[in-house]
T-cell receptor, first 114, second 114 residues
Framework: AQSVSQHNHHVILSEAASLELGCNYSYGGTVNLFWYVQYPGQHLQLLLKYFSGDPLVKGIKGFEAEFIKSKFSFNLRKPSVQWSDTAEYFCAFHSSGGYQKVTFGTGTKLQVIP | NAGVTQTPKFQVLKTGQSMTLQCAQDMNHNSMYWYRQDPGMGLRLIYYSASEGTTDKGEVPNGYNVSRLNKREFSLRLESAAPSQTSVYFC?????????????FGQGTRLTVV
C-alpha cells in the first residue's frame, strides 16, 4: 500500500534556528507532493507543492522543499524559523487518480520558542 | 473570500445521537471531500464527491453518510454517533479530480462523542 512517513512527530526549536522536516513516500512512479500547514485552531493551508520541473520548490513564508526522487523524499526546510511558524505540518503525496487518492502523513508538530 | 465553510465548529454528542455536519464552498469547485483527523494518524478520507450528483466511499466510510446537495454543499451525517467517531472533521474542495489538483480545506469541526 502507498504510504508517506514523517519522521518527527514533535519538534521544538528556538527562533532563528533552521528547520528541516523529513518526508518519505513509498511509490516508484510519478508523484505529486504537497506540504500543508495547520496553524492552531485553523484549517489546513497549502505551503507548497511539487508537480513536475525544478525539484527545489519554494512556497509561502520562506519555506522550501526538495524532491529527491532517488531517496523518495520531499523534505521541508526553512533557514530561520519564527514564533509564528508554530503549527502542525503535513506531507502528502498523490500518485494516480483523483485527489481522493492523496495520502497524508501523520503530521509533525513544530513548536518555536521565542 | 470565504472559501470552504464548515458548521458547526464544535459539537458534543451523546452516544447514539445523530447529527449532520455542513460544508459549503464558494469557489465553484466540482469535487468535495470529507476527512477525519485523529492524533498520530493524519487525515483519512471518509467520503468524496467527484462532481455534483455523485458520491463515493473513501478509506473510512463506516458509520457515515453523505449528501451532495448541490454544487456548493456537501454534508456528512452521523446516524448513530459512537465514541470512536470523536475526531476533527475537515471538508475540502478541489476544482477537479485530475492528478495536478490541489484542495482547499475548511476550518474543521471538532466533534466529541460521550
Amino acid at each position: 500500500a502507498q504510504s508517506v512517513s514523517q519522521h518527527n512527530h514533535h519538534v521544538i526549536l528556538s527562533e532563528a534556528a533552521s528547520l528541516e522536516l523529513g518526508c518519505n513516500y513509498s511509490y516508484g512512479g510519478t508523484v505529486n507532493l504537497f506540504w500543508y500547514v495547520q496553524y492552531p485552531g485553523q484549517h489546513l493551508q497549502l505551503l507548497l507543492k511539487y508537480f513536475s520541473g525544478d525539484p527545489l520548490v519554494k512556497g509561502i513564508k520562506g519555506f522550501e522543499a526538495e524532491f529527491i526522487k532517488s531517496k523518495f523524499s520531499f523534505n521541508l526546510r526553512k533557514p530561520s524559523v519564527q514564533w509564528s511558524d508554530t503549527a502542525e505540518y503535513f506531507c502528502a503525496f498523490h500518485s494516480s487518480g483523483g485527489y481522493q487518492k492523496v495520502t497524508f502523513g501523520t503530521g509533525t508538530k513544530l513548536q518555536v520558542i521565542p | 473570500n470565504a472559501g470552504v465553510t464548515q458548521t458547526p465548529k464544535f459539537q458534543v454528542l451523546k452516544t447514539g445521537q445523530s447529527m449532520t455536519l455542513q460544508c459549503a464552498q464558494d469557489m465553484n469547485h466540482n469535487s468535495m471531500y470529507w476527512y477525519r483527523q485523529d492524533p498520530g494518524m493524519g487525515l483519512r478520507l471518509i467520503y468524496y464527491s467527484a462532481s455534483e450528483g455523485t458520491t463515493d466511499k473513501g478509506e473510512v466510510p463506516n458509520g457515515y453518510n453523505v449528501s451532495r446537495l448541490n454544487k456548493r454543499e456537501f454534508s456528512l451525517r452521523l446516524e448513530s454517533a459512537a465514541p470512536s467517531q470523536t475526531s476533527v472533521y475537515f471538508c475540502a474542495s478541489s476544482e477537479g479530480t485530475g492528478l495536478n489538483t490541489e484542495a482547499f480545506f475548511g476550518q474543521g469541526t471538532r466533534l466529541t462523542v460521550v
